[in-house]
DNA sequence: CGATAGGTTGACTTCAATCAAACGACGTGG
DNA sequence: CCACGTCGTTTGATTGAAGTCAACCTATCG
């Protein structure tokens, strides 16, 4: 089975959870940020490192460089949630108000760059450009937030996941041949879906023995898009 | 028990899901499109009838004057995921994207301003207030989504409807004393918390036997606001 | 190596969904 | 004014999907 996988390490363009082109990657929300590349400075973090806390004061906004952090909303029993998964090229805590309302960690070794939220308003406030790309940025996060409650409050656990690796697919860095090397483990991904971790095992294990997609750890490989996407898709256009 | 509710209808300032002012409604959002008044048309819908469909071109926005509005997405299936319940003040559909990502229905005989998308993004440009107000809602409207996926993913069926009751408390117009008349049928709830209409009801149902609620049919009063919240508030300060 | 962390599988339980029936309020027409 | 049908709601019986508990497997790393 994971001779599928052998070669990935090999090809000259591997580079997981890295923008293809190093700094700045390539990628939407990458260029509303733009403007402010001066200003901003380089963070690092490593794999669980908090990169703030939710409830804290809201100071700076962040852009994935390299590497994927998650952000979480816990519930005083420990009930956890995970909101997206931000990868190369994604611009997080952005939102305009006083304090965080999650918290972020990273979920692999990050690379960030680090605004002022402050000057993000400033920037907004006197560039036309800026805040109609800000805007449009909002948008396309509601726009997404609103797909991932038809997810959560309706789809069954396999629909969740195949919905997910598609997602994926889409933002992960891949070959383009359906091969994709997820940067988190199962927990994450399960509190993401809203599922435990043993439905995301048994959910990927029943799309492996139905030849939709292939396994090896962290490594999927997509056999039936078709398959996968049977379940997806909410719009009745 | 409906002996809780008779008295309700006679109260002088009562005028259920209409703002307690005429027009404009006093609320955060109002405001928002108070420079753009004089642009807007009056347009009223009857209970269940379609606002705008999900596909479509978005043309409008609109702030609800009188009653309710539901959002809703549908997958090819039937399931169907309502978004978020809009009442007096509230604005909706104003994101910059080209067609809507969900429909908008009547849930009660309703009364909405509609102004020109186009006129929402004119004014954000040359605004900087009215832009940084915008930027402001959207922010709350992330919000209050990231809260929402906790509930449809994390939180009991029991939990999911305390939520919803307190929320609706706090927005619905009430005499302040915990006594409100929701808008929606069980339905309606149902397909907004992920639930089915018998999970509601019977939901519904224990909070009576527990004496936390009491229920006649639209009419809820509140008993025990402690024993709803408690199951409320994810934060971890 | 042995220890550990993350992942997988199995047995069993439970919460919410489904299927089915009855109830109550309301409006219409006899 | 009352019988009747409809619609929305409530309750009961049963099923089923996902959660829980527990064991085992497989990399990885000191």
Redesign the interface.
């Known amino acids: 089975m994971s001779a599928a996988f052998q070669a990935i390490e090999q090809r000259p363009g591997y580079a997981p959870y890295k923008s293809a082109a190093g700094f700045p990657p390539r990628h939407a929300d990458a260029d509303v940020l733009a403007p402010l590349h001066r200003h901003a400075v380089t963070v690092t973090a490593e794999r669980n490192e908090e990169i703030f806390a939710?409830?804290t004061p809201a100071k700076y906004c962040y852009l994935v460089v390299s590497g994927c952090v998650r952000t979480v909303?816990?519930?005083?029993d420990g009930?956890?949630?995970i909101?997206e998964f931000l990868l190369p090229g994604d611009l997080f805590a952005w939102?305009?108000?006083d304090t965080h309302?999650?918290s972020a960690e990273a979920v692999t070794r990050v690379t960030l760059r680090r605004v002022p939220r402050a000057l993000l308003?400033d920037f907004?406030?006197r560039d036309?450009d800026f805040?109609?790309r800000?805007?449009?940025l909002?948008?396309?996060?509601?726009?997404a937030?609103?797909?991932?409650?038809?997810l959560?409050?309706?789809k069954t656990a396999s629909e969740k996941i195949a919905s997910f690796l598609l997602e994926m697919e889409r933002r992960v860095y891949t070959d383009g041949r359906g091969l994709l090397d997820l940067p988190m483990g199962r927990t994450d991904v399960a509190d993401h879906?809203?599922l435990t971790i043993e439905t995301v095992c048994r959910g990927l294990t029943e799309l492996r023995r139905h030849g939709t997609i292939a396994v090896d750890r962290t490594r999927i490989a997509i056999r039936n898009r078709h398959a996968l996407g049977s379940s997806e898709?909410?719009?009745?256009?």
Chains 1, 2 share one sequence.
Do not use: P
Request: contains cysteine; positive net charge; charged residues 40%.
């Open positions: 939710e409830g909303k816990l519930m005083e009930r956890r949630q909101g939102e305009a108000l309302d999650f308003e907004a406030d036309r805040g109609r800000l805007r449009e909002t948008a396309r996060q509601l726009r937030a609103r797909e991932r409650m038809m959560l409050a309706r879906l809203g898709c909410s719009m009745v256009h």
